[in-house]
């Protein structure tokens, strides 16, 4: 079978969005076949997909959902009816997109073809709803050369700000660029700043806005590994710890209520089901110690704001745990920024890297030192694993974080040994 994971994970090109509806009108416009949905966002764009998309299948809709990044394989990122589709079909429609990109004369980067698969993956099978996250910023995504019936901004942070501008304005002005001229808008309570940047974009736009109100957001208590909460007059069990989700939950349900005002059939009862059915990997993932071994929790967080809110919520509900943190971040991320909020919830933590993007760990070293961390270098993720064990008594925790590629491989090799 064709290699195509080398063609779509190649670097961006310049190229713009007109080029990108090119690529997609050489592939028969495959979007026009399914009501899609974008959702953008600095932190929990990806919880709040996965929990509309599981909302609309729990409705009876057939549903696709595109998410980045893959935590092991890359046949995660194209969903449908929450199953990946297979290896075969993922190059299948690779080859058709590279075709596509050969007629056009332009070239492409590695997200821009890959959401054209996910997108002739859906009409190939009949999705009617598509939940699409956009992969970074906004303006410029691939997503946003998609026409949309429902657009969400989830939490605002800083990230990426080599790319998007060092300020909350510039980074809430490059996602608004998902808003388009009369399509609603769902949003997260944000900063003042970020809030200001989206309620003008949505004026120029003539865009509907809702953000969630948070003082209608009730989270009761995390038992058993469910989250109870009610928000707006619905009560809900979300099998995601964190009161972070619970925020997420309740853009979910503002955005199917939108839909269903817009014609969709979507009733309480779905809404409560597929919060109750979500699935979603590496998020406050919590695993059970084998025999002679600490308890493990992962974490996706990967920037200062998601780190501060692992933080919480390991204070939250580990408050008597010793930590070791197993971390590892990409070069282009605030490691300052990140090894600062670590530093709420560990004393001790091994450094490793899981591909050509992580940072030194002898350079991450100095930023967790900085931060009053006892720092203890292992490049080798399996190594680095073993060491967090060593070092982390029985009655202990490890706290995955840093970067979703690490959460992803130990995750990995913990249902390995598990299998």
């Given at each position: 079978?064709?290699n195509y994971?080398?063609?779509l994970?190649?670097r961006?090109t310049?190229?713009t969005?007109?080029?990108?509806?090119?690529l997609?009108?050489?592939?028969g416009n495959?979007?026009?076949s399914?009501?899609?949905?974008?959702?953008?966002?600095?932190?929990?764009?990806?919880?709040?997909?996965?929990m509309l998309?599981s909302?609309l299948?729990?409705a009876?809709?057939?549903?696709?959902?595109?998410?980045s990044?893959?935590?092991?394989?890359?046949?995660?990122?194209?969903?449908i009816?929450?199953k990946?589709?297979?290896?075969?079909?993922?190059?299948?429609y690779?080859s058709?997109v590279?075709?596509?990109?050969?007629?056009s004369?332009?070239?492409?980067?590695g997200f821009d073809?890959?959401?054209a698969c996910?997108l002739?993956?859906?009409?190939e099978a009949g999705?009617?709803t598509?939940v699409?996250?956009?992969?970074?910023?906004g303006r410029?995504d691939a997503?946003t050369?998609?026409?949309?019936?429902l657009t969400?901004i989830t939490?605002?942070g800083?990230?990426h700000?080599q790319y998007?501008?060092?300020t909350?304005?510039?980074?809430?002005?490059?996602?608004c660029g998902i808003?388009k001229?009369g399509?609603?808008?769902?949003?997260?309570?944000?900063?003042?700043?970020?809030?200001d940047v989206?309620?003008?974009?949505a004026?120029r736009l003539d865009?509907?806005?809702?953000?969630?109100?948070p003082?209608?957001?009730?989270c009761?208590?995390?038992r058993?590994?469910i989250t109870?909460?009610r928000?707006?007059?619905?009560?809900?069990e979300?099998?995601?710890?964190?009161?972070?989700?619970?925020v997420?939950?309740?853009?979910?349900i503002e955005?199917?209520?939108k839909l269903r005002?817009?014609g969709?059939?979507?009733?309480d009862e779905?809404?409560?089901?597929?919060?109750k059915s979500?699935r979603?990997?590496?998020r406050?993932?919590?695993?059970?110690?084998?025999?002679?071994?600490?308890?493990?929790l992962?974490?996706g967080?990967?920037?200062?704001?998601?780190m501060?809110?692992l933080?919480?919520?390991?204070?939250k509900?580990y408050?008597?745990?010793?930590?070791?943190a197993l971390m590892?971040?990409?070069?282009d991320?605030?490691a300052?920024g990140?090894?600062k909020?670590?530093?709420g919830?560990?004393?001790t933590?091994?450094?490793?890297?899981?591909?050509?993007?992580s940072m030194?760990?002898?350079?991450?070293?100095?930023?967790?030192?900085?931060?009053?961390?006892?720092?203890h270098?292992e490049?080798?993720v399996?190594?680095?694993f073993?060491?967090a064990?060593?070092?982390c008594?029985?009655?202990?925790?490890?706290?995955?974080?840093?970067?979703?590629f690490?959460?992803?491989?130990?995750?990995?090799?913990?249902?390995?040994?598990?299998a």
């Amino acid at each position: 079978m064709w290699n195509y994971t080398d063609y779509l994970f190649e670097r961006s090109t310049q190229r713009t969005l007109e080029d990108v509806k090119e690529l997609y009108g050489l592939l028969g416009n495959p979007e026009q076949s399914m009501l899609c949905i974008q959702i953008a966002g600095t932190n929990g764009k990806g919880s709040t997909s996965a929990m509309l998309a599981s909302i609309l299948q729990s409705a009876g809709y057939k549903t696709g959902l595109n998410t980045s990044p893959a935590l092991v394989n890359v046949t995660e990122r194209i969903r449908i009816d929450n199953k990946d589709i297979s290896d075969e079909l993922f190059a299948k429609y690779a080859s058709k997109v590279k075709q596509a990109e050969e007629l056009s004369g332009k070239r492409f980067g590695g997200f821009d073809r890959m959401t054209a698969c996910a997108l002739l993956a859906f009409s190939e099978a009949g999705v009617e709803t598509a939940v699409l996250e956009t992969g970074l910023g906004g303006r410029k995504d691939a997503v946003t050369a998609v026409d949309t019936h429902l657009t969400a901004i989830t939490s605002i942070g800083f990230d990426h700000m080599q790319y998007l501008g060092n300020t909350i304005e510039s980074i809430a002005s490059e996602k608004c660029g998902i808003l388009k001229p009369g399509v609603p808008v769902i949003c997260h309570p944000q900063l003042k700043e970020a809030e200001d940047v989206i309620r003008k974009f949505a004026a120029r736009l003539d865009c509907e806005i809702k953000f969630v109100d948070p003082s209608q957001i009730e989270c009761k208590g995390f038992r058993n590994g469910i989250t109870y909460m009610r928000y707006s007059g619905i009560d809900a069990e979300l099998p995601l710890m964190g009161s972070h989700q619970c925020v997420n939950a309740a853009c979910a349900i503002e955005m199917a209520k939108k839909l269903r005002e817009s014609g969709l059939i979507i009733t309480d009862e779905s809404i409560v089901s597929g919060l109750k059915s979500v699935r979603w990997y590496c998020r406050l993932e919590f695993f059970k110690g084998a025999e002679g071994n600490a308890d493990i929790l992962i974490d996706g967080a990967h920037n200062a704001d998601g780190m501060r809110t692992l933080a919480r919520a390991v204070n939250k509900y580990y408050p008597e745990r010793e930590i070791v943190a197993l971390m590892c971040i990409m070069k282009d991320k605030d490691a300052a920024g990140i090894s600062k909020e670590a530093a709420g919830f560990a004393r001790t933590a091994v450094l490793t890297t899981v591909n050509e993007r992580s940072m030194d760990t002898g350079l991450l070293k100095s930023y967790f030192e900085s931060a009053g961390i006892k720092a203890h270098p292992e490049p080798d993720v399996s190594e680095a694993f073993d060491e967090a064990r060593r070092r982390c008594q029985n009655n202990g925790l490890i706290v995955v974080a840093g970067s979703l590629f690490l959460a992803g491989a130990v995750r990995d090799m913990i249902m390995r040994e598990r299998a």
